[in-house]
């Protein structure tokens, strides 16, 4: 069973920069396929971006052009680099399997924007 481990969250101030990493237990763990997804206050879970075989990558419109997803198959990791931050992009950002059956969800890590 695959243990997903987030981690660089921490308060910003907008039009900060934060980077997010996403660590996987299991050595046979693949980048491809995966993706990072937000839970803002009082709302759904939702994909804001993920990655496919080839490095494709594809992002929620809300985060087009600010965030970019990444991967180490070696390192068993993915990335959320995130710039330009806004007060909407506040929330618990967890990374998981973008279609499919998931991976028992981490703990997040929670992103704080401020204006």
């Known amino acids: 069973q695959v243990q997903l481990v987030e981690s660089g969250g921490g308060l910003v101030q907008a039009g900060g920069s934060l980077r997010l990493s996403c660590a996987a237990s299991?050595?046979?763990?693949?980048?491809?396929?995966m993706a990072w997804y937000r839970q803002a206050p009082g709302k759904q879970r939702e994909m804001v971006a993920g990655?496919?075989?080839?490095?494709?990558?594809n992002y929620a419109d809300s985060v087009k052009g600010r965030f970019t997803i990444s991967g180490d198959n070696a390192k068993k990791t993915v990335y959320l680099q995130m710039n330009s931050l806004k007060p909407e992009d506040t929330g618990v950002y967890y990374c998981n399997k973008a279609a499919g059956p998931v991976y028992p969800w981490g703990q997040g890590t929670q992103v704080t924007v401020s204006s």
């Open positions: 299991r050595s046979s763990f693949s980048i491809n396929y």
């Open positions: 990655i496919t075989s080839g490095g494709r990558t």
